[in-house]
């Protein structure tokens, strides 16, 4: 079956740097994608990585491995804004997105 | 800016009643799709449709029907409500498969709530 893993919670401090981490198993793969969710809102879209290597955008990289079926998504300079749910999405062989569970970062002062 | 715009934040229902959930997107994109998120797991698509009178089960159909009348508009039908259908829906819509990186946009979801 396909399946994506996620850490559920993560607690991380203002100015502080964290890293989520999604593994996946997938029927082919065309992509990953980040997205962003606060509370009561809808996702939005943060990074979509391809091919193996960090893409850098601001305060937010992500970074792939396909051979080990491995991202993670790496906050810097954390804020207090940034607390929200982190989904992470695998595009699979059928041009569907298979959806983590997520990962809700809290951040404390 | 995309905008998704879903016809109601909040909504309470009956069990057994017929309950429609509207989806509008003002970019003319041809795609667009209908997930149901709810705690612990991740989105589940219940239908999807590639473009006007198109549509496509996803991975949870059983129980809905949607309707895609016209390319801006996709409606999600509970034929007979029941209350494992409790849960937040999220519209969602994004241009033609061309362009894998092409990332889907969501509306602010509807929260249903059948008692």
């Known amino acids: 079956g396909q399946n994506i893993d996620q850490p559920t919670e993560m607690t991380a401090t203002e100015g502080a740097i964290v890293q989520i981490n999604c593994t996946y198993q997938t029927s082919g793969f065309n992509g990953l994608f980040w997205y962003q969710q606060h509370a009561g809102e809808a996702p939005t879209f943060l990074s979509y990585n391809v091919l193996d290597g960090l893409e850098e955008k601001g305060r937010f990289s992500s970074f792939l491995s396909r051979s080990k079926g491995y991202s993670y998504l790496l906050l810097k300079e954390l804020q207090m804004k940034d607390s929200a749910s982190y989904l992470c999405a695998v595009m699979d062989s059928n041009y569907q997105l298979i959806w983590g569970a997520g990962t809700k970062l809290i951040i404390k002062p | 800016d995309v905008k998704v715009t879903q016809s109601s934040r909040y909504l309470v229902k009956r069990t057994g009643e017929k309950v429609f959930l509207e989806c509008v997107q003002d970019?003319?994109?041809?795609?667009m799709f209908w997930y149901r998120q709810d705690p612990g797991l991740g989105l589940r698509l219940i239908y999807f449709s590639y473009d006007v009178k198109m549509k496509e089960k996803g991975d949870i159909p059983e129980g809905y029907s949607v309707s895609r009348e016209k390319k801006e508009r996709f409606s999600l039908i509970l034929e007979s409500a029941s209350t494992n259908q409790t849960s937040m829906y999220l519209c969602?819509?994004?241009?033609?498969?061309?362009?894998?990186?092409?990332?889907?946009?969501f509306g602010d979801g509807t929260r249903l709530s059948i008692l």
């Open positions: 970019m003319d994109h041809e795609n």
């Open positions: 969602a819509s994004r241009p033609s498969t061309d362009g894998f990186n092409q990332p889907q946009h």
